[in-house]
């Protein structure tokens, strides 16, 4: 069985830092892209960034670019965003999200979430 | 960016036949997923490449069209398709969701 579990979120003040796991399980993480998608309270779904399962090729939303940095390590089935400079903008439940194939651009599955709340 | 525009709401009866639109504002050719979100969950997939179900949705469920106009169809809807549907497109970088439509059942 598939799974993915999120961890690392919590309250952050503006302009710091925070980063946020994505234990995969019941798949071979090597083969897969795996991305970042999140959703602000009550809104809707907005993708964050993706990785390829060799960590090649790397894409950004304009909205994070230069502050989020996508990484993996496929020793440890485990996919990381380091987030900087975070705004207020950035609060959103963070879900990991697994490609169908490589590179295909779409989710077929998710983790449940981790919340990450910034405020003063 | 690629913006996909959906009805904000739906509300239908049990039974009956419900068609979700998801309209690109540039072609994504065949490109587009649909997902549904119950409330306090994660999203699911259920439809890939605008016609393929998903394994183990039902296929009540079922998606069309291509370039800039897609529909999500459930035939028939039952009380536990309550939820928020959202497209997704894949061809133009970056990848970008529908606002979602959230289904009421009556």
């Known amino acids: 069985e598939v799974q993915l579990v999120e961890s690392g979120g919590g309250l952050v003040q503006p302009g710091r830092s925070l980063k946020l796991s994505c234990l995969a399980s019941?798949?071979?993480?090597?083969?897969?892209?795996m991305n970042w998608i999140r959703q602000a309270p009550g809104k809707g779904l907005e993708w964050v960034a993706s990785i390829s399962s060799s960590s090649s090729y790397i894409y950004y939303a304009d909205t994070v670019k230069g502050r989020f940095t996508i990484s993996r390590d496929n020793a440890k089935n485990t996919l990381y965003l380091q987030m900087t400079s975070l705004r207020s903008e950035d609060t959103a439940l963070y879900y990991c999200a697994r490609e169908y194939y490589s590179g295909d651009g779409w989710f077929a599955y998710w983790g449940q979430g981790t919340l990450v709340t910034v405020s003063s | 960016d690629t913006v996909l525009t959906q009805s904000p709401a739906l509300a239908v009866s049990p039974g009956e036949r419900v068609t979700i639109s998801c309209r690109a504002s540039?072609?994504?050719?065949?490109?587009m997923h649909w997902y549904q979100q119950k409330p306090g969950q994660q999203p699911t997939l259920l439809i890939y490449l605008a016609s393929n179900l998903e394994s183990g949705v039902p296929a009540r469920f079922s998606g069309s069209g291509s370039g800039t106009d897609f529909t999500l169809t459930i035939d028939p809807v039952e009380a536990d398709d309550t939820a928020t549907y959202y497209c997704q497109q894949s061809w133009n970088d970056p990848f970008t969701f529908g606002s979602g439509t959230k289904l009421e059942i009556k």
């Open positions: 019941g798949f071979t993480f090597s083969n897969y892209g």
């Open positions: 540039e072609s994504v050719s065949t490109l």
